[in-house]
């Protein structure tokens, strides 16, 4: 019979550990996030986001007939920052659990204290510009919905926010506005005060 060094088997075990986690499990501090996790559980390993966004699909069967059944779903977005040397995290909860998680651009040491507004892509998502520059100064939101038809009494109707933001970056510079839909950056435009 062979002996093992416990030394061996302690490596082994963690090789084994680290075959088990799914390769996207978020980690806050010793803590794992997997997919399924509801979002009480979430807070409680990883503390409150910095920003959270929400949104609404109205799932309809049976429209038009006799019977007709609708679904409401609702998704969360949440945002974390776990400082400069590390990615931004985007977790998407529908109905209360996580669903997807996505990595951005690298963190901040502190929310707002890196924005450059020049330097941000159409397509980039609302938490991360808040990250980097904080909240605006003014924001308003209108809501408009897709509807999906699959000609057999079925729709699908899909809240998606337009949002435009303003911020203030000083007395004697222009406001700079910011438009979204459905939480991404569309344009930056600049505005007399």
């Known amino acids: 019979m062979t002996r093992f060094d416990p030394g061996l088997r302690a490596l082994a075990a963690l090789a084994l550990l680290a075959i088990a986690l799914p390769a996207q499990a978020l980690r806050c501090g010793t803590r794992v996030v997997n997919e399924g996790d509801r979002d009480l559980a979430v807070r409680e390993r990883c503390g409150e986001p910095y920003y959270t ?22 998704y969360d977005v949440w945002y974390y ?6 990615l931004l995290v985007r977790l998407l909860f529908r109905d209360g659990r996580l669903a997807r998680e996505e990595t951005l651009g690298y963190g901040v040491n502190a929310i707002g ?6 330097a941000l892509e159409r397509g980039t998502p609302a938490g991360e510009v808040v990250a980097h520059c904080g909240e605006p100064a003014s924001r308003s939101t209108q809501r408009r919905q897709i509807v999906r038809r699959d000609g057999r009494g079925n729709e699908r109707y899909r809240d998606v926010p337009q949002e435009m933001w303003v911020y203030d970056l000083g007395p004697n510079r222009l406001l700079r506005v910011l438009r979204f839909d459905g939480g991404h950056l569309e344009s930056v435009d600049s505005e007399r005060r």
Request: hydrophobic share 25%; charged share 30%; aromatic share 8%.
């Open 53 to 74: 966004e929400q949104s609404y699909a109205l799932t309809v069967r049976g429209a038009d007939g006799p019977y007709e059944v609708q679904d409401e779903t609702v």
């Open 81 to 86: 920052n776990f400082g400069p040397r590390r």
């Open 113 to 118: 204290e890196d924005c450059n507004l020049d």
